[in-house]
């Protein structure tokens, strides 16, 4: 089994005089969500158009599964793109079919597929009615399953939640939860920094056409920690641990310190315990990836 269902290797895509894509590698571990980052012109739509094979690298490569990506690897693809593209007069059975088809499916498996999967979003009874008939939460499902339909190797998600209502984003979560659990790999671009830390176990932040950040997200925060601890307390915070230890930011009952160099939590913590303090709660802040993005971000600007 390969170690990497993606790899990219120092890829490059210019488009004019504008370079796109300024040598890109990253490797993406099989059976794992990557999230991939960036700000809008960043480069990340050029890349997705190349590991779809829908344009090539102008330099580099692109491995599938330990192969050099080629015009057969789409079919073990599926990419919902942020643009959804759905026949709006076509019957929402006959679109799910004909994408099936075009995935190579046949009639009968896809079928089955179709309904099936219509069900697990409680759309079963929508089959026979016009994409346009549809609501715009109900139309984006509906292209999530064209996308899925074909049971891919890898899935390509650009900004899977735009549009939906909670109960809905909650209902695709767990389907995506199930697929990753099934051996799909799973490519999820978005904005929302939030939604990243909740699903993606690896990053790949791209800037400027150029990756300049990458790994499994809990190693990067941890990388990024800025010694920074959250107390939460009652009685009285003591001036000599005022004295000793920088406080950023106070309320009532709470402080957060900035360690300095050659401090340590744990020995703050026993200070604050022999001080007699009552601590309710006593934990690092480790940076957010928002943090970390607009750090990295802003710092290469």
């Not at 890109?24 to 158009?49: Q, Y």
């Not at 735009?162 to 099934?182: C, F, H, K, W, Y």
């Not at 802040?285 to 290469?300: A, H, R, S």
């Amino acid at each position: 089994m390969t170690s990497s269902i993606l790899r990219v290797e120092n890829v490059r895509k210019e488009y004019g005089s504008k370079v796109a894509v300024d040598d890109v590698s990253f490797s993406m571990p099989p059976d794992a969500i990557l999230g991939l980052l960036g700000p809008n012109g960043a480069g990340k739509t050029s890349l997705i158009r190349m590991i779809t094979t829908i344009t090539r690298p102008d330099q580099g490569k692109i491995y599938f599964e330990g192969e050099p990506l080629s015009a057969y690897h789409p079919s073990q693809i599926g990419y919902l793109p942020e643009e959804r593209g759905l026949y709006k007069k076509m019957y929402v059975g006959e679109q799910l079919l004909y994408l099936a088809r075009l995935k190579g499916m046949d009639k009968a498996t896809a079928t089955k597929e179709a309904k099936q999967w219509l069900d697990k979003f409680g759309l079963g009874d929508q089959w026979p009615k016009k994409v346009e008939e549809l609501s715009k939460g109900m139309q984006q499902q509906v292209q999530f399953i064209a996308t899925v339909i074909h049971n891919p190797r890898l899935l390509i998600l650009d900004e899977p939640f735009s549009g939906l209502d909670p109960v809905n984003t909650g209902r695709m979560r767990r389907e995506i939860a199930n697929l990753r659990e099934a051996g799909t790999g799973i490519i999820f671009s978005t904005h929302r920094m939030e939604q990243v830390e909740e699903i993606c176990q690896y990053i790949v932040l791209i800037n400027q056409g150029r990756n300049i950040l990458e790994g499994r997200v809990t190693d990067i925060r941890e990388e990024f920690r800025a010694h920074r601890f959250r107390l939460v307390y009652q009685g009285q915070l003591s001036s000599s641990i005022r004295a000793d230890y920088q406080v950023v930011e106070e309320d009532v009952h709470e402080v957060v310190f900035q360690l300095q160099p050659g401090q340590d939590g744990n020995v703050l913590l026993r200070a604050l315990i022999d001080s007699r303090l009552s601590v309710r709660a006593f934990e690092e802040q480790l940076p957010t990836l928002n943090d970390i993005f607009i750090k990295q971000v802003t710092q290469i600007a």
